[in-house]
Every structure is written in structure tokens, then in C-alpha cells.
T-cell receptor, first 113, second 114 residues
Framework: GENVEQHPSTLSVQEGDSAVIKCTYSDSASNYFPWYKQELGKRPQLIIDIRSNVGEKKDQRIAVTLNKTAKHFSLHITETQPEDSAVYFCAAAVSGGYNKLIFGAGTRLAVHP | DGGITQSPKYLFRKEGQNVTLSCEQNLNHDAMYWYRQDPGQGLRLIYYSQIVNDFQKGDIAEGYSVSREKKESFPLTVTSAQKNPTAFYLC?????????????FGQGTRLTVV
């Protein structure tokens, strides 16, 4: 079945450094790739998403890149801040089809002051 | 106040009992999902539904059942057949189609078997 692999499982950076989280997906029909942030004890919330007709999308300090050929997509956080500390999940879905949203295992990001 | 609501927040179950987790949304979303979250394993899909009276199994449906009698409601029953039910359960909803596919999550239900 469909599968999304996410790496690394944990990531520790110093405040101000960049953080990169990578995901690969198995279903070549996937065309929607959201990223969710889950703070401790809270529900996951969408931070950025990208569709397959776009190679890169940026929103302030956050950017996502997509390589459809390699079936890879990545989250880039620049100038990290302590409040960026959370668990980040990537996901893939076939938007417009049966909309089955499959998540990666998550990356626990720790930003140290 | 629009959103997606799960209840209860905490639930304790004795072994051998069935329990039902509630999920209600007033976002007029067609699609609804149930995920199970265990430490280090991310969000695993249990069941999902795109339309009333229709639902599909996810990756870990064994020991669970759902119903979708109303668009706004998607309850999950954890049956006695689920061997390791202690987990954090998240419900989500989204629109379907090409646009507006963002999934909104409820606050979760933490189920503990005692």
C-alpha cells in the first residue's frame, strides 16, 4: 500500500540554524503534500503544503520543495527559534481522488537557545 | 464556533469492553478520518470516509469499527478484538476535490485500558 517515510526521527539544532526534514512517498499518483506541526499536548496543525504542479513554496521562514521524479519532498526551516520545537509530520495524498491522507512517522525537532 | 470536536478527552476501558469515541465537525467537510498515534510511530490511519454511509479501511483497521450516518459525525468503536488499544486517537476532517484539502484535527482522545 501507500507509504510515506520521514527522516530524521529526531533533530537537534541551535537557535538560528536551519533545519531540514525529508520525506519520500511510494504512490506516484500523490499530488498533495502537507506538513503539520504538533506541539506537546496539542493537535497537529497545518503549517505549509505543496501540490504536484509546483516545485517549491515558501512562507516566511518555512519552505517546502518537491521532486516528483524522485518522489521526495522536504521541509526547510531557516533561522530556527525555540518556539519551532515540536513534532513535524509530512503527509501525502491523492487530492481529487479518494483523499486518503497518509502520514510519515514524524520528526521531533528541538531548537536549543 | 466552527471546528472539529472529539470527546471524551480521556477514556478508560476495562479489558474485554467495547468503547466508542465521538467525533463531530461543523465545517461542512465531506471527508473524515481516524488516526492512531503511538510514540515514535506517527499517525496511522484506521478508517476514513468521503461520504455519508461509506467508509474505507486504513492501514490498521483490525479491531475497530466506524459508522457515517451523518455528514458531521464519524464515531469510532474500539472493540475487544483490538489487542493493544491504549493510544492517543485523533479525528480529522477535510474537504475533497482538487483544492482546499487541508485536514483539521480534533484535540484527541487518550484511551487507556485498565
Amino acid at each position: 500500500g501507500e507509504n510515506v517515510e520521514q527522516h530524521p526521527s529526531t533533530l537537534s539544532v541551535q537557535e538560528g540554524d536551519s533545519a531540514v526534514i525529508k520525506c519520500t512517498y511510494s504512490d506516484s499518483a500523490s499530488n498533495y503534500f502537507p506538513w503539520y506541526k504538533q506541539e506537546l499536548g496539542k493537535r497537529p496543525q497545518l503549517i505549509i503544503d505543496i501540490r504536484s504542479n509546483v516545485g517549491e513554496k515558501k512562507d516566511q521562514r518555512i519552505a517546502v520543495t518537491l521532486n516528483k521524479t524522485a518522489k521526495h519532498f522536504s521541509l526547510h526551516i531557516t533561522e530556527t527559534q525555540p518556539e519551532d520545537s515540536a513534532v513535524y509530520f509530512c503527509a501525502a495524498a491523492v487530492s481529487g481522488g479518494y483523499n486518503k491522507l497518509i502520514f510519515g512517522a514524524g520528526t521531533r525537532l528541538a531548537v536549543h537557545p | 464556533d466552527g471546528g472539529i470536536t472529539q470527546s471524551p478527552k480521556y477514556l478508560f476501558r476495562k479489558e474485554g469492553q467495547n468503547v466508542t469515541l465521538s467525533c463531530e465537525q461543523n465545517l461542512n467537510h465531506d471527508a473524515m478520518y481516524w488516526y492512531r498515534q503511538d510514540p515514535g510511530q506517527g499517525l496511522r490511519l484506521i478508517y476514513y470516509s468521503q461520504i455519508v454511509n461509506d467508509f474505507q479501511k486504513g492501514d490498521i483497521a483490525e479491531g475497530y469499527s466506524v459508522s457515517r450516518e451523518k455528514k458531521e459525525s464519524f464515531p469510532l468503536t474500539v472493540t475487544s478484538a483490538q489487542k493493544n488499544p491504549t493510544a492517543f486517537y485523533l479525528c480529522a476532517s477535510s474537504n475533497i476535490g482538487i483544492k482546499n484539502t487541508e485536514a483539521f484535527f480534533g484535540q484527541g482522545t487518550r484511551l487507556t485500558v485498565v
